[in-house]
């Protein structure tokens, strides 16, 4: 019996209509088109407007999109995973309410916290699902919704986030295409430096905390951005050496758009060109756990069964980490 390897098969997405410039920002904090585009790579970022719709609003039109164009019934689904950041609401998982709503209802579902390497560890531990033999089809949904937790006053993050989602579905695989390898890594140092300090179990939400603006994101972003520069290049580069791929082999970095030039920091680590580079920053900004499955659908008809792609993310925590994975289908 052929092992089973946990294959991607399908992919989804969906990014909000309301499209938030760097000109926008210009008119609400101190900043300019130039400085954002040269620092960040960012042009402009998606906003999600609805009145009282959440993160689980754009994971079910992710799902949705996902099911409709692969022709998928929910109802085979056996468990739905939602890497987020910013959940609907505290103790209520965000995933148990998107399965019920795309009607997988035969499946369990829970949500997974590891900031912008959310789906990175989801990822993970799909592929032990299925490999398991237990499952058989799993969706994991990268969805959050930053405008939620982002000060419009504070120009260090305002200008950076945005808002999206994105879906796979894993399925077993037994010609050798899929997941193959990790390299996960996590180090609390990084608690101090990416977080919003209020509304956890430490300091509890009151009339203070909301006066004193402690329930955005807090970013020390030079720090931040020297430890994701080294680290994610660090654990791309790893994966590579143990699984002996070289940039000719490696046919595409699917890394988290944080920044333009850790993107570049990380292909230049490992020697691939620019064009084996999966990129959208311009457009969406940082979606923290979306990022990776909006490159996946932004670049699905260019990818080939076979494929071998490189997944490298680094989050608030701190968390990081390089996945390699071989693509299962062509378009």
């Not at 900031?115 to 949904?141: D, N, P, Q, W």
Request: glycine share 8%; net charge negative.
């Amino acid at each position: 019996m052929n092992k089973i390897t946990a294959a991607i098969t399908a992919v989804g997405k969906y990014v909000p209509d309301y499209v938030l410039t760097n000109k926008e920002l210009e008119t609400m904090v101190e900043t300019n088109d130039e400085w954002i585009t040269t620092r960040t790579g960012i042009k402009e970022r998606r906003i999600l407007k609805e009145e009282g719709a959440g993160t689980s609003y754009m994971a079910i039109k992710a799902a949705e999109d996902l099911i409709a164009k692969n022709n998928i019934n929910p109802e085979e689904i056996d468990a739905v995973i939602v890497a987020t950041a910013t959940p609907d609401m505290l103790v209520a998982a965000t995933a148990v309410y998107v399965a019920t709503e795309i009607g997988a209802t035969n499946a369990f579902a829970y949500d997974l916290q590891a900031a912008c390497s959310s789906f990175l560890y989801g990822m993970s531990t799909v592929s032990s699902y299925i490999e398991s033999g237990r499952y058989k089809k799993v969706l994991l949904i990268g969805a959050d919704k930053m405008s939620s937790i982002i000060d419009y006053t504070d120009r260090a993050t305002c200008i950076i986030f945005g808002d999206g989602a994105g879906a796979v579905l894993f399925e077993p695989n037994t010609e050798g295409l899929g997941f193959q390898d990790e390299h996960l890594r996590s180090d609390g140092v990084g608690r101090e430096f990416l977080k919003i300090d209020a509304g956890g179990s430490i300091l509890p939400p009151s009339e203070e905390t909301i006066k004193n603006r402690k329930h955005y994101v807090h970013q020390e972003g030079r720090t931040v951005f020297k430890f994701a520069v080294s680290n994610m290049a660090d654990v791309a580069e790893k994966v590579l050496v143990k699984n002996n791929l070289t940039k000719e082999t490696v046919d595409w970095l699917v890394p988290h758009q944080a920044n333009k030039r850790i993107i570049e920091a990380t292909a230049n680590r490992i020697g691939l060109d620019d064009e084996k580079v999966m990129m959208n920053i311009h457009r969406y900004g940082n979606t923290t756990s979306a990022t990776l499955p909006l490159l996946l659908a932004d670049y699905e008809k260019e990818l080939k069964k076979g494929d071998n792609l490189i997944f490298a993310a680094f989050g608030g925590g701190f968390t990081w980490g390089a996945i390699y994975l071989t693509w299962a289908y062509t378009k």
